[in-house]
């Protein structure tokens, strides 16, 4: 399921749990650090929707 497909209750309950989990884990980095943390945020928005998904489909 992709995030749009979420009810509006799950979109906003997920953006809330991943800018929670952002302002606590994001920091400024620079250079190669900033792609890593880039390529780990976008995971954690992956996972955080499928997660989602997985509680309202069940």
Not at 36 to 41: D, G, K, M, V
């Amino acid at each position: 399921m992709k995030f749009e497909d979420l009810e509006f209750d799950a979109r906003k309950a997920a953006i809330e749990v991943y800018k929670t989990i952002v302002i606590r884990e994001a920091g400024l980095v620079d250079g190669k650090e900033k792609e890593i943390q880039t390529a780990r945020l976008e995971n954690l928005a992956e996972s955080i929707v499928k997660g989602f998904s997985k509680l309202i489909e069940s």
